[in-house]
């Protein structure tokens, strides 16, 4: 096991993520309304004089997700093998790592400190709901259903680990 490569890809892994996070809310803030609390989202869609609707899963949806977990699902296993996987275990190890750090970080860096804080990727109209913005423990029990599902991925990718390597 390469450590140093580990921990260096796990920084690049959150860099990247929080780019792409940050960078598609400040095109859209309005990307990822329904990750926001319910006092957030119900104060957006009435100052905007809109209905919360439920965004159907069309085929296209399904396509693009489908393709995206694939994706995902072989870049884990490389940065896995990259670090010094060779076994299941290993992959298991290093994958499920890989998922906790990144909702870890989504969690307790981007949730809690970068978006409450500036108010360019609050929802339009909620601007002033300093208090709404800084729920952590509504951001904790939206992280929590991660840890089991990441367990999930992580024999998906540990399995392409001893599969390809």
């Not at 860096?109 to 609050?122: G, K, S, T």
């Not at 929802?123 to 952590?136: A, C, F, I, S, V």
Request: glycine share 6%; net charge neutral; with cysteine.
């Amino acid at each position: 096991m390469n450590v140093s490569a580990y921990v260096i890809q796990c920084v690049v892994l959150c860099a990247v993520f929080g780019l792409l996070i940050f960078g598609l809310l400040l095109i859209n803030p309005v990307s990822f309304v329904g990750d926001y609390p319910p006092e957030i989202q119900a104060q957006y869609y009435a100052s905007q004089h809109k209905e919360a609707v439920k965004e159907r899963m069309t085929f296209l949806t399904i396509l693009r997700k489908s393709v995206a977990i694939i994706a995902f699902l072989f870049l884990f296993a490389w940065m896995a093998h990259q670090a010094g996987a060779e076994t299941f275990v290993d992959g298991l190890l290093f994958a499920y790592g890989y998922m906790l750090v990144l909702a870890a970080f989504d969690t307790c860096f981007l949730d809690w400190v970068l978006f409450p804080n500036i108010r360019r990727v609050r929802l339009p109209g909620t601007e002033n709901m300093d208090r709404e913005y800084h729920q952590k423990w509504f951001h904790v029990k939206a992280m929590l259903p991660m840890v089991p599902v990441s367990a999930v991925g992580g024999v998906l990718i540990a399995l392409v680990v001893t599969w390809i390597w």
